[in-house]
C-alpha cells in the first residue's frame, strides 16, 4: 500500500539507506516499494495516516504514483509543517474520516480528491534536507532488511509467490552493494544474510505444512522453488527431516 501520514513527535525514520530524523509534525509519504522501519524517541507521538492502492488512482492521474517526487524511490519523502500547514493537513483527514463514515454514493471520489489536494499542497512545500548516517548503519540496514523480509509473509494462497530470495535481490530494494548488505547483516546479527533467508523459508514452510492441505508441491512453488525436488533437498537440510514429517 501507499500511505500519507501526518505524524506529531520524534523519531528516527530509516529507509533504503537513509535515515531521517523526524521531529515536531512532518508529513510522511510511504511507497510500498521501498521498506522502512520506525525507531520512536518520545511516546507523545500522535497523528493521521491513509493507506491506499496505485489501483486507486489508476484512471484518474497520469502514469504511476511512484513518479511523484514523494513517492520515487530515490526521493525525499518528509515535509517538516508549520502549525498552519498542520492543521490544513489535520483537516483534510478529519474530512476524510468523516466522509468513510457516510452513506454518500461518491464518498471515494471525494476521498480521492482529498488525498490529491494533500500530494498536492506536499509537492508546493521543501522536503526536509535532514538527512543523515544512523551512527550504527549496520544496525540500520539489518533492521529494514528485516522488515522487507517479513513483508512477504505469511503466504496466504497458492498464487503468492516469496521473490526476493537472495543477498542481490534484498540488496537491489534497498539500493546498496551485496556485499555491504551481507557485511552489515554478520555484523548486526552474526548470522549471514542467507542464513535469515533460510531460517524463514523454513518457519513458513512448516506453517504451510502444518495449517494448510496444500501438497508439497504447491508449498515449493509460493516459497519460490521451480523445483520440488530442490525445496525437499533444501527443506531436509536445513531441519534434517522430510516435509512430510510435518504433516499433521
Known amino acids: 500500500f501507499y500511505k500519507i501520514a501526518l505524524m506529531r513527535g520524534k523519531h528516527l525514520y ?8 523526524v521531529s515536531d509534525s512532518t508529513l510522511m509519504f510511504f511507497n510500498p516499494e521501498v521498506p522502512y522501519t520506525f525507531e520512536p524517541l518520545t511516546e507523545d507521538a500522535t497523528g493521521y495516516f491513509c493507506i491506499f492502492k496505485d489501483a486507486f488512482f489508476a484512471e484518474y492521474i497520469r502514469g504511476s504514483l511512484k513518479e511523484l ?9 518528509a515535509y517538516l509543517l508549520n502549525q498552519q500547514q498542520d492543521d490544513a493537513f489535520a483537516l483534510i483527514f478529519l474530512k476524510m474520516i468523516d466522509e468513510l463514515k457516510s452513506d454518500y454514493t461518491f464518498k471515494f471520489d471525494l476521498i480521492r480528491n482529498y488525498i490529491m489536494e494533500m500530494i498536492h499542497g506536499a ?24 522488515e522487507l523480509l517479513e513483508r512477504q509473509f505469511p503466504i496466504e494462497s497458492r498464487s503468492q509467490r516469496f521473490k526476493l530470495r537472495s543477498a542481490k535481490d534484498f540488496a537491489e530494494k534497498l539500493n546498496v552493494h551485496p556485499n555491504h548488505l551481507n557485511r552489515a547483516i554478520k555484523i ?12 524463514r523459508l523454513v518457519t513458513e514452510a512448516i506453517a504451510l505444512l502444518k495449517h494448510t492441505n496444500w501438497n508439497v508441491s504447491e ?30
Open 123 to 146: 509537492l508546493k512545500l521543501q522536503p526536509s534536507e535532514t538527512l543523515y548516517k544512523h551512527a550504527d548503519a549496520n544496525s540500520r540496514i539489518a533492521a529494514v532488511f528485516t
Open 188 to 199: 548486526a546479527t552474526g548470522k549471514t544474510t542467507t542464513s535469515h533467508i533460510a531460517d
Open 69 to 77: 517526487p514523494m513517492y520515487s524511490p530515490n526521493g525525499k519523502p
Open 14 to 21: 530509516h529507509y533504503g539507506d537513509k535515515t531521517l530524523e
Open 219 to 248: 508449498i515449493s512453488y509460493t516459497l519460490g522453488f521451480e523445483d520440488p525436488a530442490h525445496f525437499n533437498n533444501f527443506f531436509k537440510k536445513q531441519t534434517t527431516h522430510t516435509p512430510r514429517t510435518y504433516r499433521i
